[in-house]
């Protein structure tokens, strides 16, 4: 019988009734599945849709899929996507309000969505944002998650709060760092040693195509229970705990090692400030594909009767001129001040509001930036003048 720490060995039939099981046992799998030119995160009905046999270039703007031989799934790093766009949606409904016959007005809260997800399939640097999330949103875990179920913590996100509360989260470690990932040097991968129900490390040798299993919950034990797997031998063992460390020197780049909190308060005026805003789109994107952005705003809409009205919550971005708006304008009108107020506090003063970096080092906004500025860069542009 399985407990939290036991490890086995599955092939990829074993995978396949991993995913079956979750579905017969009424959760919605979401997990990697290559669409539209690239590998994104959507619901899976089986292993078989899986990206099997893809992986991924990536450069600062670019992203290309590229076949690989060997048939791994696994093998490619952070796509567009998050987890984030499951837990905690781009728009969400809060309430509506109808005009009754009386006059009155009826006003319905929107009960949160709340699919009992399976995510297959977690980065550790991805598993690291979404503890980053759940301490932002839910005010950690697990007991604040309950107190949010109870509905008496205002300052929670009850959706998200319901919706974490029961995922089910398998990861998988990395042996195949893409060239923006940076992990190594923010402390979030390649491996990982918690925040999981089961972790699994691809291997594909000479042994075969199969996956190493530790187990982190009481519910993966009782998951792994039912799979047809084998017991894990030294060698298989080994093999994961090697492609896991060999990955650390595969990372594309790594974050300056400096103090990020000291260097972005000794920053506030650089003159590297005017350089990026030179190149800065102000598009959002990097805030969008980001696991850790986690800004909302509200809107109210209405419809041409003028008897039905919604509140929705949908992601916003500090790129957003509307973002920063009081009284008569935004306080942050200059790209400059955008990009420095995005900077500042994910890499700063993230750490006096959360007690940690905003960043985890997965490389996604380098990547979906458009003029492909790489956060990276930036800070070792920003080091090397506050040296100066
Ligand atoms: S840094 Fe890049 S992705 Fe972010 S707002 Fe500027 S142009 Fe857009
Ligand atoms: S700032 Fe960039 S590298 Fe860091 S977590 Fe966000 S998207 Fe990933």
Redesign the pocket.
């Known amino acids: 019988m399985s407990t939290i720490g036991s490890t086995a060995v599955l092939d990829r039939t074993g995978l396949e009734a991993l995913v079956t099981a979750l579905v017969a046992g009424g959760r919605t799998v979401v997990g990697p599945a290559v669409r539209d030119g690239a590998i994104v995160l959507a619901e899976l009905d089986s292993a078989g849709q899986l990206p099997y046999g893809w992986g991924v270039e990536l450069e600062a703007g670019r992203y290309r899929l590229r076949r690989r031989e060997d048939g791994a799934a696994f093998a490619h790093s952070a796509g567009p996507q998050s987890w984030k766009n499951f837990l905690h949606p781009q728009r969400e409904k809060l309430w509506s309000a109808d005009r009754a016959p009386d006059g009155g007005l009826a006003v319905e809260q929107e009960l949160p969505v709340r699919p009992s997800y399976a995510f297959l399939g977690v980065r550790p640097c991805d598993l690291r944002a979404i503890a980053i999330q759940d301490r932002v949103l839910a005010g950690g875990l697990p007991q604040a998650l309950d107190s949010a179920r109870a509905g008496d913590t205002p300052s929670q996100d009850t959706g998200y709060a319901e919706r974490r509360k029961g995922a089910f989260l398998i990861a998988v470690e990395c042996s195949e760092p893409g060239a923006t990932c940076f992990c190594v040097s923010m402390g979030s991968g390649p491996g990982t040693d918690s925040g999981f129900d089961l972790a699994l490390t691809e291997l594909v040798d000479d042994d075969g195509h199969r996956f190493f299993v530790r187990v982190g919950s009481e519910e993966g034990a009782k998951l792994l229970d039912t799979l047809p797997c084998r017991t894990a031998d030294a060698a298989t063992a080994s093999a994961a705990r090697t492609a896991v460390a060999e990955a650390v020197d595969k990372m594309g780049r790594a974050m300056p090692p400096v103090d990020l909190h000291a260097l972005m308060g000794a920053s506030l005026e650089a003159e590297r400030w005017d350089d990026v805003a030179a190149?800065?789109?102000?598009?959002?994107?990097?805030?969008m594909v980001c696991p850790t952005c986690f800004c909302t705003t509200t809107e109210e809409v209405t419809d041409l009767t003028g008897d039905h009205a919604e509140r929705w919550q949908r992601w916003d971005s500090c790129?957003d001129l509307d973002f920063s708006h009081l009284h008569d304008g935004p306080v942050r009108s200059s790209p400059r001040s955008r990009?420095r107020q995005?900077l500042t506090h994910k890499l700063g003063t993230w750490h006096d509001q959360f007690d940690s970096s905003g960043c985890v080092g997965c490389g996604r906004?380098i990547v979906?930036?458009?003029?492909g500025?790489d956060i990276t860069e930036e800070v070792a542009a920003l080091k090397t003048e506050a040296e100066r």
């Open positions: 190149r800065c789109l102000t598009c959002g994107n990097c805030t790129f990009y995005w906004c979906w930036c458009p003029v500025i």
